[in-house]
Antibody, heavy 123, light 110 residues
Framework: QVQLVQSGAEVKRPGASVKVSCKVS????????MHWVRQAPGKGLEWMGGFVPEDGETIYAQKFQGRVTMTEDTSTDTAYMELSSLRSEDTAMYFC????????????????WGQGTLVTVSS | QSVLTQPPSVSAAPGQKVTISCSGG????????VSWYQQLPGTAPKLLIY???KRPSGIPDRFSGSKSGTSATLGITGLQTGDEASYSC???????????FGGGTKLTVL
């Protein structure tokens, strides 16, 4: 059974960068398709990007292109999401989650999810 | 503003049935499978339904999903106080090449 454990809460200044980690256990990272989803306070879920098997690569939501980088360290089975040029609107809970490894188009479900990492952007 | 549209809230009494709707378009729900998530306060989302109407192992059959055209519906029967949570729908949008979600529906069990 896959388990995802994320790094702890972060407080950042506007303009800074944040890097959130997601440690995988139960499987190796190479067997999974990792995604990142965020949720601003009181708002809905927002997909940021992830590995799309049909494309064979990690793709990013257009909204975050140029500001987000998702990487993986297969030696430690840890995935990372780095978001730069932070602004107050980036204050949110950030989740890692795994999607299907076989898709007809793109991921249409996510399971399981990490516990979430709260990123607060404040001056 | 979420790509998929859900009612902000629904309520029903214990033991009753409730349905939650999720409306989209031809590029998302109309051409892709829909999933549903339960999010208890302060916790991560949990997958309830995938591929429109399939339940992962461990999800009781009180939870069901259906899809018709560009809309999907989550049904919950035999409501319990422990079902009080936010429920969100999700799918892939082939036009945007993006995962998309609804804004979430808060269920209150009166």
């Amino acid at each position: 059974q896959v388990q995802l454990v994320q790094s702890g809460a972060e407080v950042k200044r506007p303009g800074a960068s944040v890097k959130v980690s997601c440690k995988v256990s139960g499987y190796t990272l190479t067997e999974l398709a990792m995604h990142w989803v965020r949720q601003a306070p009181g708002k809905g879920l927002e997909w940021m990007g992830g590995f799309v098997p049909e494309d064979g690569e990690t793709i990013y939501a257009q909204k975050f292109q140029g500001r987000v980088t998702m990487t993986e360290d297969t030696s430690t089975d840890t995935a990372y999401m780095e978001l730069s040029s932070l602004r107050s609107e980036d204050t949110a809970m950030y989740f890692c989650a795994t999607g299907p490894t076989v898709t007809a188009d793109g991921p249409n479900w996510f399971d399981p999810w990490g516990q979430g990492t709260l990123v607060t952007v404040s001056s | 503003q979420s790509v998929l549209t859900q009612p902000p809230s629904v309520s029903a009494a214990p033991g009753q049935k409730v349905t939650i709707s999720c409306s989209g378009g031809s590029s998302n729900i109309g051409n892709n499978y829909v999933s549903w998530y339960q999010q208890l306060p302060g916790t991560a989302p949990k997958l309830l339904i995938y591929d429109n109407n399939k339940r992962p192992s461990g999800i009781p059959d009180r939870f069901s999903g259906s899809k018709s055209g560009t809309s999907a519906t989550l049904g919950i029967t035999g409501l319990q106080t422990g079902d009080e949570a936010s429920y969100s729908c999700g799918t892939w949008d082939s036009g945007l090449s993006t995962g998309v979600f609804g804004g979430g529906t808060k269920l209150t069990v009166l």
